[in-house]
């Protein structure tokens, strides 16, 4: 099993930064591709970010390339998702996955998920 725990979400302004940490205990992630997603009310949980288990290959949503940047640190057991220039419509809850499968796109082919951490950006 893999706990996963995410934090650093919180309200900022349009054109502001965050980063989020996603904690993981109980097995190293160093195996895993891990991915971020987001789900805004009432629509369904997407996929922003996802970085192969090599800690190499990354792969981002249109919506966020060139914003948000997803990296990890397998000796703290750490994934990341550093975002700037947010926007309004970042808004969502944002969740931290584990997959040990080959695809990175879909929430269904995630074994683990983290609590989620609320992001708010104000216009």
């Known amino acids: 099993q893999v706990q996963l725990v995410e934090s650093g979400g919180g309200l900022v302004q349009a054109g502001g930064s965050l980063r989020l940490s996603c904690a993981a205990s109980g097995r190293t992630i160093g195996s895993y591709a891990m991915g971020w997603f987001r789900q805004a009310p009432g629509k369904e949980r997407e996929f922003v970010a996802a970085m192969h288990w090599n800690g190499v290959l990354t792969y981002y949503a249109d919506s966020v390339k060139g914003r948000f940047t997803i990296s990890r640190d397998n000796a703290l057991n750490t994934v990341y998702l550093q975002m700037h220039s947010l926007k309004p419509e970042d808004t969502a809850v944002y969740y931290c996955?584990?997959?040990?499968?080959?695809?990175?796109?879909?929430?269904?082919?995630?074994?683990?998920w983290g609590q989620g951490t609320q992001v708010t950006v104000s216009s």
């Open positions: 996955g584990a997959s040990k499968g080959g695809n990175y796109y879909g929430s269904q082919y995630y074994d683990y």
